[in-house]
């Protein structure tokens, strides 16, 4: 049986990636999250903004520790996030694997900023 979104997914994306901290926070019993991470860039540059802008308010708030991004092979999306969206991501998280040529692009691209690739 598929379990309920955290969220409406008609509301606004920053809604929807706050009530998804909110409901993890409740399930999981605590004031705080250790790190959040979209799971991939969304539809348009605007909403995954949108989106980071909102984690970036929960890392500043202290209900997040650490924010980052899965599934973003893209260096553009990565500048975009810190250049646009406010704040360079803490954590991106990439399949490794040769089908993306070990994604050494942006393993590097986090080496020289500091990011935790994973």
């Known amino acids: 049986m598929a379990q309920p979104l955290p969220y409406d997914p008609e509301t606004d994306i920053a809604v929807q ?12 019993r605590t004031s705080y999250i250790d790190s959040v991470l979209l799971h991939s860039p969304l539809r348009t540059l ?5 989106a980071w802008r909102t984690l970036i308010a929960l890392r500043a708030s202290g209900v997040v520790r650490a924010i980052g991004i899965s599934n973003a092979y893209d260096i553009a999306v990565l500048e975009a996030l810190e250049r646009d969206g406010g704040a360079r991501p803490d954590i991106v998280q990439n399949r490794w694997y040769e089908g993306n040529q070990w994604d050494k692009d ?10 935790q690739y994973q």
């Open 17 to 28: 990636v706050g009530a998804s901290v909110q409901t993890s926070l409740k399930q999981l």
């Open 46 to 50: 605007s909403q995954t903004l949108s």
């Open 106 to 115: 942006v393993w590097a691209y986090c080496v020289e900023r500091g990011i």
